[in-house]
Protein backbone atom coordinates (compact mmCIF):
# COMPACT_ATOMS: atom_id res chain seq x y z
CA UNK A 1 0.00 0.00 0.00
CA UNK A 2 2.92 2.18 -0.52
CA UNK A 3 2.76 6.05 -0.77
CA UNK A 4 -1.43 6.33 0.25
CA UNK A 5 -1.18 6.46 4.25
CA UNK A 6 -5.11 6.11 5.86
CA UNK A 7 -5.35 6.96 9.20
CA UNK A 8 -6.44 6.12 11.51
CA UNK A 9 -6.90 1.66 10.97
CA UNK A 10 -9.69 1.53 13.14
CA UNK A 11 -12.46 3.80 14.15
CA UNK A 12 -15.37 4.13 16.38
CA UNK A 13 -18.03 6.10 16.09
CA UNK A 14 -21.23 7.23 18.35
CA UNK A 15 -24.85 7.99 17.14
CA UNK A 16 -24.88 11.54 16.08
CA UNK A 17 -21.13 11.91 15.79
CA UNK A 18 -19.37 13.42 12.83
CA UNK A 19 -16.01 11.44 12.18
CA UNK A 20 -13.09 12.47 9.76
CA UNK A 21 -10.61 9.69 8.00
CA UNK A 22 -7.49 10.44 6.77
CA UNK A 23 -6.05 9.86 3.36
CA UNK A 24 -2.57 11.26 2.48
CA UNK A 25 -0.54 10.16 -0.36
CA UNK A 26 3.12 11.24 -1.86
CA UNK A 27 2.76 9.69 -4.96
CA UNK A 28 1.88 12.88 -6.81
CA UNK A 29 -1.39 11.43 -8.16
CA UNK A 30 -3.58 13.80 -9.55
CA UNK A 31 -6.93 11.93 -8.66
CA UNK A 32 -7.94 10.67 -5.46
CA UNK A 33 -11.29 8.24 -4.55
CA UNK A 34 -12.85 7.06 -1.65
CA UNK A 35 -14.84 3.84 -2.17
CA UNK A 36 -16.89 1.98 0.71
CA UNK A 37 -16.56 -1.83 0.98
CA UNK A 38 -19.33 -4.20 2.42
CA UNK A 39 -19.03 -7.57 2.83
CA UNK A 40 -20.67 -9.10 -0.92
CA UNK A 41 -21.38 -5.72 -2.09
CA UNK A 42 -17.62 -5.12 -3.31
CA UNK A 43 -16.44 -1.30 -3.81
CA UNK A 44 -19.16 1.53 -3.91
CA UNK A 45 -17.90 4.91 -5.09
CA UNK A 46 -18.18 7.40 -2.43
CA UNK A 47 -16.45 10.59 -3.99
CA UNK A 48 -13.67 11.54 -6.21
CA UNK A 49 -11.73 14.45 -7.54
CA UNK A 50 -9.13 14.87 -10.28
CA UNK A 51 -7.78 18.03 -9.05
CA UNK A 52 -7.09 20.40 -5.94
CA UNK A 53 -10.46 22.08 -4.89
CA UNK A 54 -12.50 19.83 -7.10
CA UNK A 55 -14.39 17.11 -6.14
CA UNK A 56 -17.32 15.07 -7.59
CA UNK A 57 -20.21 13.24 -6.12
CA UNK A 58 -19.96 9.29 -6.98
CA UNK A 59 -22.66 6.35 -6.43
CA UNK A 60 -23.21 6.75 -2.65
CA UNK A 61 -22.57 10.42 -1.50
CA UNK A 62 -25.35 11.38 0.85
CA UNK A 63 -24.41 11.10 4.56
CA UNK A 64 -20.64 12.25 3.21
CA UNK A 65 -18.59 14.54 2.41
CA UNK A 66 -15.00 15.78 1.44
CA UNK A 67 -12.80 18.26 0.46
CA UNK A 68 -9.57 18.85 -1.42
CA UNK A 69 -7.22 21.82 -0.31
CA UNK A 70 -4.12 20.15 -1.11
CA UNK A 71 -3.13 17.35 -3.52
CA UNK A 72 -1.79 15.27 -1.43
CA UNK A 73 -5.01 15.08 1.13
CA UNK A 74 -8.49 13.65 0.46
CA UNK A 75 -10.42 13.58 3.84
CA UNK A 76 -13.29 11.71 3.60
CA UNK A 77 -16.15 13.06 6.89
CA UNK A 78 -18.75 10.73 7.62
CA UNK A 79 -21.48 12.67 9.12
CA UNK A 80 -24.95 11.81 11.03
CA UNK A 81 -26.88 11.45 8.54
CA UNK A 82 -25.24 8.47 7.17
CA UNK A 83 -27.37 5.71 8.61
CA UNK A 84 -25.35 3.00 8.78
CA UNK A 85 -21.83 3.75 8.53
CA UNK A 86 -19.98 0.90 10.08
CA UNK A 87 -18.05 -0.15 6.86
CA UNK A 88 -14.58 -0.53 6.02
CA UNK A 89 -12.97 2.32 3.87
CA UNK A 90 -10.95 2.65 1.31
CA UNK A 91 -9.06 5.69 -0.06
CA UNK A 92 -7.04 5.31 -3.69
CA UNK A 93 -5.39 7.77 -5.95
CA UNK A 94 -4.57 7.22 -10.16
CA UNK A 95 -1.93 8.90 -11.60
CA UNK A 96 -3.47 10.12 -15.00
CA UNK A 97 -6.90 10.64 -14.89
CA UNK A 98 -7.92 8.15 -18.48
CA UNK A 99 -7.14 5.39 -15.38
CA UNK A 100 -4.46 3.63 -17.97
CA UNK A 101 -2.81 2.51 -14.70
CA UNK A 102 -5.83 1.86 -12.75
CA UNK A 103 -5.42 2.59 -8.68
CA UNK A 104 -3.36 2.43 -5.97
CA UNK A 105 -4.88 1.84 -2.69
CA UNK A 106 -4.51 2.46 1.00
CA UNK A 107 -4.64 0.14 3.60
CA UNK A 108 -8.19 1.46 4.94
CA UNK A 109 -10.00 2.36 7.64
CA UNK A 110 -12.60 0.12 9.14
CA UNK A 111 -15.39 2.37 10.76
CA UNK A 112 -17.68 0.74 13.08
CA UNK A 113 -20.65 2.38 15.46
CA UNK A 114 -21.12 1.53 18.50
CA UNK B 1 -23.36 2.73 -18.04
CA UNK B 2 -20.71 0.22 -17.22
CA UNK B 3 -21.02 -3.00 -14.76
CA UNK B 4 -19.39 -6.04 -13.69
CA UNK B 5 -20.46 -9.68 -12.88
CA UNK B 6 -18.72 -12.08 -10.82
CA UNK B 7 -21.05 -15.11 -10.83
CA UNK B 8 -19.02 -16.62 -7.86
CA UNK B 9 -19.59 -15.71 -4.72
CA UNK B 10 -16.34 -18.12 -3.67
CA UNK B 11 -14.37 -20.57 -5.51
CA UNK B 12 -12.38 -23.65 -4.37
CA UNK B 13 -9.44 -25.49 -5.66
CA UNK B 14 -6.50 -27.73 -4.11
CA UNK B 15 -3.17 -26.61 -4.30
CA UNK B 16 -1.38 -27.17 -7.17
CA UNK B 17 -4.74 -27.62 -9.62
CA UNK B 18 -5.69 -24.74 -12.00
CA UNK B 19 -7.90 -22.16 -11.00
CA UNK B 20 -10.56 -19.66 -12.53
CA UNK B 21 -12.26 -17.04 -11.24
CA UNK B 22 -14.60 -15.48 -13.28
CA UNK B 23 -15.73 -12.06 -14.79
CA UNK B 24 -18.09 -10.60 -17.45
CA UNK B 25 -18.27 -6.82 -18.33
CA UNK B 26 -21.14 -4.70 -19.95
CA UNK B 27 -20.16 -1.59 -21.47
CA UNK B 28 -20.96 0.88 -24.03
CA UNK B 29 -17.37 1.53 -25.56
CA UNK B 30 -14.29 -0.29 -25.62
CA UNK B 31 -13.30 -1.32 -21.54
CA UNK B 32 -10.57 -1.24 -19.88
CA UNK B 33 -10.30 -4.36 -17.31
CA UNK B 34 -8.33 -4.72 -14.42
CA UNK B 35 -8.09 -7.59 -11.62
CA UNK B 36 -7.56 -6.70 -7.82
CA UNK B 37 -6.55 -9.10 -5.25
CA UNK B 38 -6.99 -8.06 -1.57
CA UNK B 39 -5.90 -10.00 2.01
CA UNK B 40 -8.15 -9.44 5.04
CA UNK B 41 -8.02 -5.64 6.52
CA UNK B 42 -5.91 -4.78 3.74
CA UNK B 43 -6.18 -2.60 0.85
CA UNK B 44 -6.58 -4.07 -2.92
CA UNK B 45 -3.45 -4.74 -5.17
CA UNK B 46 -3.41 -4.47 -8.24
CA UNK B 47 -2.60 -7.84 -9.99
CA UNK B 48 -2.95 -7.25 -14.12
CA UNK B 49 -5.12 -5.64 -16.51
CA UNK B 50 -6.05 -4.99 -20.00
CA UNK B 51 -6.09 -1.81 -21.95
CA UNK B 52 -5.44 -3.22 -25.59
CA UNK B 53 -3.22 -5.47 -27.64
CA UNK B 54 -3.03 -9.08 -27.10
CA UNK B 55 -6.05 -11.16 -25.60
CA UNK B 56 -4.05 -12.76 -22.71
CA UNK B 57 -2.91 -10.64 -20.18
CA UNK B 58 0.18 -11.73 -17.69
CA UNK B 59 0.32 -10.18 -14.25
CA UNK B 60 1.62 -10.86 -11.06
CA UNK B 61 2.33 -14.23 -9.01
CA UNK B 62 1.89 -16.01 -12.05
CA UNK B 63 -1.62 -14.74 -13.13
CA UNK B 64 -3.20 -14.14 -16.08
CA UNK B 65 -6.38 -13.31 -17.63
CA UNK B 66 -7.60 -13.43 -21.24
CA UNK B 67 -9.86 -11.09 -22.44
CA UNK B 68 -12.55 -11.96 -24.56
CA UNK B 69 -14.75 -9.41 -26.53
CA UNK B 70 -17.20 -11.95 -27.80
CA UNK B 71 -18.55 -12.80 -24.55
CA UNK B 72 -17.77 -10.11 -22.85
CA UNK B 73 -15.64 -12.15 -20.10
CA UNK B 74 -11.98 -11.31 -18.38
CA UNK B 75 -11.65 -14.55 -16.58
CA UNK B 76 -8.43 -14.48 -14.10
CA UNK B 77 -6.35 -17.97 -14.40
CA UNK B 78 -3.62 -19.38 -13.00
CA UNK B 79 -1.82 -22.78 -13.92
CA UNK B 80 -0.82 -24.22 -10.27
CA UNK B 81 -2.96 -22.74 -7.52
CA UNK B 82 -0.42 -22.05 -4.17
CA UNK B 83 -3.03 -21.90 -0.46
CA UNK B 84 -1.28 -18.46 -0.45
CA UNK B 85 -2.97 -17.01 -3.20
CA UNK B 86 -6.52 -17.53 -0.68
CA UNK B 87 -7.99 -14.20 -0.75
CA UNK B 88 -10.70 -11.66 -2.53
CA UNK B 89 -10.34 -11.31 -5.74
CA UNK B 90 -12.33 -8.00 -7.63
CA UNK B 91 -12.48 -7.59 -11.18
CA UNK B 92 -13.10 -3.78 -12.32
CA UNK B 93 -13.59 -1.75 -15.24
CA UNK B 94 -14.09 1.32 -17.10
CA UNK B 95 -14.92 2.79 -20.38
CA UNK B 96 -11.79 3.49 -22.77
CA UNK B 97 -12.01 7.82 -23.19
CA UNK B 98 -14.09 8.16 -20.78
CA UNK B 99 -13.93 10.74 -17.72
CA UNK B 100 -11.78 10.05 -14.56
CA UNK B 101 -15.08 9.24 -12.73
CA UNK B 102 -13.58 5.76 -11.62
CA UNK B 103 -13.70 1.95 -11.87
CA UNK B 104 -16.59 -0.03 -11.38
CA UNK B 105 -15.74 -3.27 -9.59
CA UNK B 106 -17.41 -6.55 -9.19
CA UNK B 107 -18.70 -7.72 -6.07
CA UNK B 108 -15.71 -10.23 -5.30
CA UNK B 109 -14.72 -13.65 -5.23
CA UNK B 110 -13.85 -15.62 -2.34
CA UNK B 111 -11.27 -17.80 -3.22
CA UNK B 112 -10.22 -20.90 -1.35
CA UNK B 113 -6.43 -22.90 -1.84
CA UNK B 114 -7.28 -26.44 0.17
CA UNK B 115 -3.92 -27.99 1.07
Known amino acids: DGGITQSPKYLFRKEGQNVTLSCEQN?????MYWYRQDPGQGLRLIYY???????QKGDIAEGYSVSREKKESFPLTVTSAQKNPTAFYLC?????????????FGSGTRLTVV | AQSVAQPEDQVNVAEGNPLTVKCTYS??????LFWYVQYPNRGLQFLLK??????LVKGSYGFEAEFNKSQTSFHLKKPSALVSDSALYFC?????????????FGKGTHLIIQP
Open chain 1, 92 to 104: ATASDTRLNYGYT
Open chain 1, 27 to 31: LNHDA
Open chain 1, 49 to 55: SQIVNDF
Open chain 2, 27 to 32: VSGNPY
Open chain 2, 50 to 55: YITGDN
Open chain 2, 92 to 104: AVRISGGGADGLT
